[in-house]
């Protein structure tokens, strides 16, 4: 089974500013909603900032506008549940932005200083389950959405990850800095967006991971876009969905895929992709299948060895 070494410790650069990501959160959700959007006049054609006002958002969500100022500055401390509710209402947050806000403005309290971050591990029965999976695409992704664990299939469609070091087994990095994943995903911008969602997601639970500041600010140093993206503040999570892969020796195959939350370690998933039966693409991963070994192993490598032309 690929996929077991231990991943390496990083340095320990800044954590994330937590009081900024909150101001930021805030800030770039009011400017998504315009007064007509939740029922407010709109009083005269200009306005100085896009979207709700802070008092609109404010009357909205049953707040001084003084406190919400003060919350949007990035000053959450002793907030209320039930303000951060209203505030989520009011904004119209989806049920993971509402779980970020939450996480940016009522930190878990660590008793406790952070211990350094142990390597990731898969269990056992987790790898013998995936190399179970006969004609199934399926990889375990831990913490900042590294690669742990995979089975052949998932090499013959994605790449041979194992001809990479462990410190690049990485989705995002995967995503923003091999060039042939833009020829792999038909997508790319979709699949480029929901890498960012995600990170952001796990930035709000884990602002001081030291691996994922790293992380962050090599991807905003070498890609332009990731920068733009990181900017929107989004967050979302991706459970399930379809993918369409134009892969150089299968051709075009459309996959869904179910990402499945490990209950013994909530930064694992379990990534499985499947093809509607009877279809080309079906047909596709039996080919794939077939080919076995060799088709993980084909040279899809860019000049720079930094990564193979598939990804999650």
């Given at each position: 089974?690929?996929?077991?070494?231990d991943?390496?410790?990083?340095?320990s650069?800044?954590?994330?500013d937590?009081?900024?990501?909150l101001?930021?959160f805030?800030?770039?959700?009011?400017?998504?909603?315009?007064?007509?959007?939740?029922?407010?006049?709109?009083?005269?054609?200009?306005?100085?900032?896009p979207?709700?006002?802070?008092e609109e958002?404010?009357?909205?969500?049953?707040?001084?506008?003084?406190?919400?100022?003060r919350l949007?500055?990035g000053?959450?401390?002793?907030?209320?549940?039930?303000?951060?509710d209203?505030?989520?209402?009011?904004l119209?947050?989806?049920?993971?932005?509402?779980?970020?806000?939450?996480?940016?403005a009522?930190?878990?309290?660590?008793?406790?200083k952070?211990?350094?971050?142990r390597a990731?591990?898969?269990?056992t029965?987790?790898l013998?389950?995936?190399e179970?999976?006969?004609?199934?695409p399926?990889?375990?992704?831990?913490?900042?959405?590294d690669?742990?664990?995979w089975?052949?299939?998932?090499?013959?469609?994605f790449?041979?990850?194992?001809?990479?070091p462990?410190?690049?087994?990485?989705?995002?990095?995967?995503?923003?800095?091999?060039?042939?994943?833009?020829?792999?995903?038909?997508?790319w911008?979709?699949?480029?967006?929901?890498?960012?969602?995600?990170?952001?997601?796990?930035?709000?639970?884990?602002?001081?991971?030291?691996?994922?500041?790293?992380?962050?600010?090599e991807?905003?140093?070498?890609?332009?876009?990731?920068?733009r993206?990181?900017?929107?503040?989004?967050?979302k999570?991706?459970?399930?969905?379809?993918k369409?892969v134009?892969?150089?020796?299968a051709g075009?195959?459309t996959?869904?895929?179910e990402?499945?939350n490990?209950?013994?370690?909530?930064?694992q998933?379990?990534v499985?992709?499947?093809a509607e039966?009877?279809?080309?693409?079906?047909?596709?991963?039996?080919?794939?299948?077939?080919?076995?070994?060799?088709a993980?192993?084909?040279?899809?490598?860019?000049d720079?060895?930094?990564?193979p032309?598939?990804?999650?």
């Open positions: 089974m690929e996929g077991m070494d991943q390496p410790e990083a340095a650069p800044e954590p994330l937590r009081r900024a990501e101001s930021e805030l800030r770039t959700r009011r400017a998504k909603l315009q007064p007509q959007d939740v029922g407010l006049p709109e009083f005269g054609r200009h306005r100085r900032v979207g709700l006002r802070r958002l404010a009357q909205l969500a049953g707040v001084s506008v003084a406190y919400y100022t949007e500055q000053n959450g401390r002793n907030v209320s549940v039930e303000v951060l209203a505030i989520a209402r009011a119209r947050l989806t049920d993971a932005e509402h779980a970020h806000l939450t996480h940016l009522r930190p878990a309290r660590h008793k406790k952070r211990r350094p971050a990731q591990r898969v269990r029965g987790l013998y389950l995936l179970s999976m006969e004609g199934i399926a990889y375990v992704t831990g913490a900042r959405s690669i742990l664990a089975n052949p299939m998932a090499a013959a469609v790449g041979d990850w194992g001809a990479l462990p410190g690049e087994r990485n989705w995002a990095r995967l995503v923003f800095l091999s060039p042939a994943y833009r020829d792999l995903f038909v997508n911008d979709s699949k480029a967006s929901d890498m960012v969602s995600y990170l952001r997601l796990y930035a709000g639970c884990h602002p001081d991971d030291p691996e994922l500041s790293a992380l962050v600010g991807l905003s140093v070498k890609s332009e876009e990731f920068r993206l990181w900017a929107t503040h989004n967050v999570e991706k459970g399930h969905g379809t369409l134009r892969h150089p020796l075009d195959l996959l869904s895929y990402t499945l490990l209950p013994d370690d909530e930064e998933h379990l499985t992709y499947h039966p009877g279809s080309a693409s079906a047909e596709g991963l039996r080919l794939l299948a077939s080919w076995g070994a060799d993980g192993r084909r040279d899809l490598f860019d720079a060895g930094r990564g032309a598939g990804g999650h």
